[in-house]
């Protein structure tokens, strides 16, 4: 079982996407749990403020650490081995390989040891300040949101997380594409075909070559002959020659 800890202000934003689809299938089946924390609740003073300005000048406001710390401490009273998450531009970029090792290392493996995953466990703990030995894995993902954070904020992080170069508002739509393209690669939460395929955890990136579904003919734009022709290898070479690295 994976637990993600969703550290944020706007909870009603992060909250329905957790709630649909293969998201809520697994947490339905007991895959994965999610959990949803205010930092607001841990705002100091009567405005519950969690944030202030940055000494030396400069615009906006920057979380403090009281709120963040006592937020992520009080998730970590009852689970130690919880591991933070800190979506920041600044972070490593976010791929499939990464998201593909989160998954392993949640215990979401197949039976039986492998090398493999076995590298990737390692890769995972060369990016963390601890290593890890988890099978049940917990992440509490800190979404930041104004113009920053106060620095020290980073002595309490285990990894920082790029979605990418460009700049959001804010840590929750990182957060929910870093819980989907790890969730979705646990076995069971597809099914079928494609969690087979996933379950294996082969090396490098899934394939993912053009598909088509009736009507074989639409507005003049038709779906190539091979994926009619019922040839399974003929099918095959033709998507082989088609995919696309993800
Ligand atoms: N927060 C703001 N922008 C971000 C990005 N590109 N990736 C992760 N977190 C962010």
Redesign the pocket.
Known sequence: MIKFTIITLFPEAVEPYLKTSMMWKATEKSLAEFKLVNLRDFGLGPHKSVDDTPYGGGDGMLLRCEPVFAAIESVKEKDPDAKVIL???V?EIWNQSTAREFAIDSGSRPAGPSPRAAGANSRAAALRNTPNQNTNSHYIILCPHYEGYDERILSIVDYK????K???T??EL?ALIIIDSVVRLIPGVLGGEKSAEIESFSDGDNLEYPQYTRPEDFRGMKVPEVLLSGNHGEIAKWRDTHSGKV
């Open positions: 979506p920041t531009p972070g997380i790029s979605l990418g460009y700049v959001l804010g840590g990182p």
